[in-house]
């Protein structure tokens, strides 16, 4: 069965911190996705890729930034938390159809 | 104005009732619709994809799309406890390497036993 594997389903962090998320597909997907969850804000994408190394920005970049060294990795980097990154972050690959999402990860940062 | 509006609800229904989600749209260019189906403290997950004007059955449900209208709509016949979660509509451009989606907020719905 197709997976998108979120690492962490539970994080809690500090202001300030360095926090990284990490995505793994084995789908040899090569476009990867990271939104953020909020209520009332439904789904908003903040990067996204759609080959190794490369990477666009989505409609809320600011504040975060993201890796793909690897077609399955795709990694998204939170540079200094603040208490308005908590969130639920979910990463998404695709093909042609629509998305394979992971279960998430939700984030507090406190 | 927001490119897809979704009601947020929430709608609460009896088990055993027709369901009717809708999402409309601004922009004529969206070829590809989906609806996801997302549970509590998951991740979405695909429920039905159709591509331009239509209806498309999948067991007890029903994708709809009007294009003429901007108007996509998703029918759970016969629903149970189970369809308890929130409903997101999806759409995208015909092509694009991307193939990026852009969603509703969601609709939650609750049906009761």
């Known amino acids: 069965d197709v997976k998108v594997t979120q690492s962490s389903r539970y994080l809690v962090k500090r202001t300030g911190e360095k926090v990284f998320l990490e995505c793994v597909q084995d789908?040899?997907?090569?476009?990867m996705f990271w939104y953020r969850q909020d209520p009332g804000l439904g789904l908003r994408l903040i990067y996204f890729s759609y080959d190794v190394k490369m990477k666009e920005k989505g409609d809320i970049p600011e504040g975060y930034s993201v890796s793909r060294e690897k077609k399955e990795r795709f990694s998204l980097i939170l540079e200094s938390a603040s208490t308005n990154q908590t969130s639920m972050y979910l990463c998404?690959?695709?093909?042609?159809?629509?998305?394979?999402f992971g279960s998430g990860t939700r984030l507090t940062v406190v | 104005q927001k490119e897809v509006e979704q009601d947020p609800g929430p709608l609460s229904v009896p088990e055993g009732a027709i369901v009717s989600l809708n999402c409309t749209y601004s922009n004529s260019a969206f070829q590809y619709f989906m609806w996801y189906r997302q549970y509590s403290r998951k991740g979405p997950e695909l429920l039905m994809y159709t591509y331009s004007s239509g209806n498309k059955e999948d067991g007890r449900f029903t994708a709809q799309v009007d294009k003429s209208s901007k108007y996509i709509s998703l029918f759970i016949r016969d629903s149970q406890p189970s369809d308890s979660a929130t409903y997101l509509c999806?759409?995208?451009?015909?092509?694009?390497?991307?193939?990026?989606?852009?969603f509703g907020t969601g609709t939650l719905l609750a049906v009761q036993p």
């Open positions: 999806a759409m995208r451009l015909y092509g694009g390497a991307t193939n990026k989606l852009i």
């Open positions: 998404a690959s695709s093909v042609q159809r629509g998305y394979t």
């Open positions: 789908m040899d997907h090569e476009n």
